[in-house]
């Protein structure tokens, strides 16, 4: 069975660095096809998809955050980090980590997710 | 950045109603078009990956179509627990990501 789950701080003040940690099973990301994806979802509003590490360790970020965001990964106790520097309250947001699958049509998708952890940027 | 558009971006129905969704990409993505349904509190559930392949459990009554730049997703009699919101995603810009910006499906 895969599991993700999210963790971190609920509160950030502003300019402070945020640091999350996917914790995941059922799963080895170093299997060819498997990728680890952040994505986060301010309130009420839509999901925006944030960076994604492949099994081959190759990283790759949303272009308009890239300078604030790095992902890594801690293989052995099967986690995905993201930071994010300087936030700002417009980062408030419900964080969610996804596994995708790239299917053998060459397509991928985030078959699983997390339940997602909520992050306020507040003074 | 390829930017997808979803419309309408909320849509009241009922119960038995047949109900489309349209996603639109700024470039062509081949069949790379993903659909997601979320629940309030709940993360997104995957419904439909490569445009048109439907995911084990999800009811026969959603379907996906399009190629290109112009995709849909229909849900034939809709059920009670189909109200919800649904996303698109393009995983064809493999450097990139993008969702679109959500259709609220609600109760008419």
């Known amino acids: 069975q895969v599991t993700l789950k999210e963790s971190g701080p609920a509160l950030v003040r502003p300019t402070e660095t945020l640091t999350l940690t996917c914790t995941f099973s059922g799963f080895s990301l170093r299997r060819g096809g498997v990728s680890v994806n952040w994505i986060r979802q301010p309130p009420g509003k839509a999901l925006e998809w944030l960076a994604r590490i492949d099994w081959d360790g190759v990283e790759f970020y949303n272009r308009s955050l890239m300078a604030r965001l790095t992902i890594s990964e801690d293989p052995p106790n099967n986690q995905v980090l993201l930071k994010m520097t300087y936030v700002d309250p417009v980062d408030t947001a419900t964080y969610f980590c996804?596994?995708?699958?790239?299917?053998?049509?060459?397509?991928?998708?985030?078959?699983?997710w997390g339940l997602g952890t909520l992050v306020t940027v507040s003074s | 950045d390829i930017q997808m558009t979803q419309s309408p971006s909320s849509l009241s129905a009922s119960v038995g109603d047949s109900v489309t969704i349209t996603c639109r990409a700024s470039?062509?993505?081949?069949?790379?078009l993903n659909w997601y349904q979320q629940k309030p509190g709940q993360a997104p559930k995957p419904l439909i990956y490569a445009a048109s392949s439907l995911l084990s459990g999800v009811p026969l009554r959603f379907s996906g179509g399009g190629s290109g730049t112009d995709f849909t997703l229909t849900i034939s009699s809709l059920e009670p627990e189909d109200f919800a919101t649904y996303y698109c995603?393009?995983?064809?810009?493999?450097?990139?990501?993008?969702f679109g910006q959500g259709t609220h499906l609600e109760v008419k």
């Open positions: 995603q393009q995983t064809y810009s493999v450097s990139m990501y993008t």
């Open positions: 996804a596994r995708e699958l790239v299917t053998t049509s060459g397509t991928g998708y985030f078959d699983s």
């Open positions: 470039q062509s993505i081949g069949n790379s």
